[in-house]
């Protein structure tokens, strides 16, 4: 069974940073995109960014660019977010996910997702 | 930015009965195709439907999907108890380089 853990979440001041860790098993990890999708409280699911399997496509929300980076290391099957001037607004559970790609439609979509961590940014 | 809106926002429904839900996008995307997701308070999402119709791994054949363009629809055909929860649509475009969700749709089982 595919198992995506999400760590490195916690308490952080406004202007801080932070970064969130996603462990891959039973997965080959090396093959999939991989993406932060994250979940304010009580809100919907907005995604964050992307990365292709090789690390050469990458792509930010509009509402992270410039202060979030997300990386990954084949060698050791983990994802990473770096999150720099963190905001209040940032204050979510973040999900690492998973994403395929439907040939027949074009579509990338999600299909494993880790249980989140939550970030939470206060003073 | 595509914005994807989903319709109704809650919908209560007694088991056996018939769910539909609808999604539809302020324009065009390249892939033209949603995705469906479940989600219950406390978990993460699970994927139930890609490319619009195609069902996940493991999801009921009482789940499926429809539509193309801008509009896209959910159907429930008949539910059960544990059904309950948040259904979001989405998207992908290859030329913004975004994934977009919808609002979601909240289903209650009366």
């Known amino acids: 069974e595919v198992q995506l853990v999400e760590s490195g979440g916690g308490v952080v001041q406004p202007g801080g940073s932070l970064r969130l860790s996603c462990g891959a098993s039973e997965f080959t990890f090396s093959s999939y995109s991989m993406n932060w999708v994250r979940q304010a409280p009580g809100e919907g699911l907005e995604w964050v960014s992307y990365?292709?399997?090789?690390?050469?496509?990458?792509y930010y929300a509009d509402s992270v660019k410039g202060r979030f980076t997300i990386s990954r290391d084949n060698a050791k099957n983990s994802l990473y977010l770096q999150m720099n001037s963190l905001r209040p607004e940032d204050t979510a559970v973040y999900y690492c996910?998973?994403?395929?790609?439907?040939?027949?439609?074009?579509?990338?979509?999600?299909?494993?997702w880790g249980k989140g961590t939550l970030v939470t940014v206060s003073s | 930015e595509i914005v994807l809106t989903q319709s109704p926002g809650t919908l209560s429904l007694s088991p056996g009965e018939r769910a539909t839900l609808s999604c539809r996008a302020s324009q065009s995307s390249s892939s033209s195709s949603s995705a469906w997701y479940q989600q219950k308070p406390g978990q993460a999402p699970r994927l139930l439907i890609y490319g619009a119709s195609s069902r996940a791994t493991g999801v009921p054949d009482r789940f499926s999907g429809s539509g193309s363009g801008t509009d896209f629809t959910l159907t429930i055909s008949r539910l059960e108890p544990e059904d309950f929860g948040v259904y979001y649509c989405?998207?992908?475009?290859?030329?913004?380089?975004?994934?977009?969700f919808g609002p979601g749709t909240k289903v209650d089982i009366k």
């Open positions: 990365i292709s399997s090789t690390s050469t496509t990458i």
């Open positions: 996910a998973s994403s395929d790609y439907d040939f027949r439609s074009g579509l990338y979509y999600f299909d494993f």
């Open positions: 989405q998207q992908y475009s290859s030329s913004l380089g975004e994934f977009t």
